[in-house]
C-alpha cells in the first residue's frame, strides 16, 4: 500500500477520533499533525577537514550520497543532499571541512554562521586521534556568540579505530582493544567538558561500522520533537533500532499532545466537559501510537 493511500486512512481515522469535538476543530487538527508527518529536516554535518564528515553521512543513508577523498580537503561547499523516501524528504547539509587554510577558513566560518540558525541540528565531528580541537573549539564558540543554541550541536568522536594504541584494533570484530576504549573514554569526557556538550558525545567508525547504532540513537534523542519520526524514517535499516522507533514515536506523539492541547484551549469548558477532554485526549494519543509506523 502507498504512502499516500496509508496517510489518508490515518487522517480519516484521526478526524473520526475527534469528531466530538465542534466546528472545524478536527480538521484543523489533524492538518497540523500531517503537517508535522510531510515536515523536511535539514541535518548539518560540520567539523575540520578529514574529520570524516561525508564518511559519517555515507553511513546513515543508502546509497551513500557523498564524496570522500584520502588526502585532499574534498568537500568545497556546502553540499546540499536531498534524501527521498516514499513521500517523505530530509536535507543533509555537508559542509566544507574547517582548519584547512586560513583563507578557506574565513569563507567557511562565514558559511557555518550563514547557515546554523537554518538546521534541525548540527552534527560536528571530532576527530578521534587528534591532539588539538583549538580550532572546532574557536568556531564553536563564534557560532554561539552569533547566537546559535548549544543543544542544537550533538558531538561525534569519528575514526574510532584510529585511536592509539591503533595497532590493537580487532579487526575481526570490528571493536577497539582495551586500551584503545579507556582512551576513547578519556577522549570523549574531555570534549563533552571542553564543548560543554549538551547531548552525550559518543565514539564511532564509519569505516568499520563502529558504534553506529548507539550513535543513530543519540541522533535521533539530540533531534527537536518535531523533526525526529521524520529523520528515523531515513536511516538505514540497521541503524533505524527498537530505541530509535520509540524514542521517535514518543517524540511525535507529545507533538500530538501539543496540538491536541492547544485545540483544546479555544473550547469553552464546564467541569464535566474538561473530563471528556481528558479521555478523548488519551485515545486520541493512544490512537496516534498505533497508527506511527504507518507515518513514518
Ligand atoms: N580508518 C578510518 N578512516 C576514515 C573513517 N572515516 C573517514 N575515514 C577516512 O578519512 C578520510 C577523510 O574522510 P571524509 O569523510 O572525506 O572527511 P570530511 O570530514 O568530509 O573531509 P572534508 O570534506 O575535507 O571536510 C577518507 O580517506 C576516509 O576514508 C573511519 O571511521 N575510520
Ligand atoms: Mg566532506
Redesign the pocket.
Known amino acids: 500500500m502507498s504512502d499516500s493511500t496509508h496517510t489518508g486512512q490515518v487522517s480519516d481515522a484521526l478526524k473520526q477520533s475527534l469528531s466530538c469535538l465542534p466546528g472545524g476543530l478536527p480538521d484543523a487538527m489533524v492538518e497540523r499533525i500531517l503537517r508535522c508527518v510531510h515536515y523536511e529536516p535539514v541535518i548539518g554535518?560540520m567539523g575540520k577537514?578529514g574529520a570524516g564528515?561525508?564518511?559519517l553521512?555515507n553511513t546513515l543513508f543508502s546509497p551513500p550520497p557523498?564524496?570522500?577523498?584520502a588526502v585532499r580537503?574534498?568537500?568545497r561547499r556546502v553540499?546540499r543532499y536531498h534524501v527521498r523516501r516514499g513521500s517523505h524528504t530530509l536535507y543533509i547539509a555537508?559542509?566544507?571541512?574547517i582548519a584547512e587554510t586560513p583563507e578557506l577558513d574565513r569563507q567557511y566560518r562565514w558559511l557555518y554562521r550563514a547557515w546554523s540558525s537554518k538546521l534541525d541540528l548540527i552534527v560536528w565531528g571530532l576527530k578521534a586521534d587528534e591532539r588539538a580541537w583549538k580550532d572546532d573549539l574557536r568556531c564553536y564558540r563564534e557560532l554561539l556568540n552569533a547566537g546559535a543554541e548549544p543543544e542544537r550541536f550533538l558531538f561525534v568522536l569519528t575514526q574510532a579505530d584510529k585511536m592509539e594504541p591503533c595497532r590493537e584494533w580487532d579487526n575481526s570484530n570490528h571493536q577497539p582493544s582495551a586500551n584503545q576504549s579507556e582512551n576513547l573514554a578519556i577522549k570523549t569526557e574531555l570534549a563533552m567538558t571542553l564543548f560543554a556538550a549538551v547531548h552525550p558525545v559518543i565514539a564511532v567508525s564509519a569505516t568499520e561500522n563502529y558504534n553506529l547504532e548507539r550513535w543513530a540513537e543519540a541522533l535521533i534523542q539530540a533531534l527537536p520533537l518535531n523533526s525526529c519520526s521524520a529523520v528515523s524514517r531515513h536511516l538505514n535499516t540497521g541503524l533505524r533500532t527498537e530505541r530509535v522507533q520509540n524514542t521517535a514515536r514518543e517524540g511525535f506523539v507529545s507533538i500530538a499532545g501539543t496540538i491536541f492541547d492547544e485545540a483544546a484551549s479555544v473550547v469553552q469548558t464546564s467541569g464535566k466537559l474538561v473530563r471528556q477532554l481528558q479521555r478523548l485526549r488519551q485515545r486520541f494519543l493512544s490512537l496516534i501510537h498505533v497508527v506511527w509506523h504507518l507515518l513514518f
Open positions: 554535518i577537514s564528515k561525508s564518511s553521512c557523498a564524496s570522500v577523498d580537503g574534498c568537500t553540499n555537508d559542509f566544507p571541512g
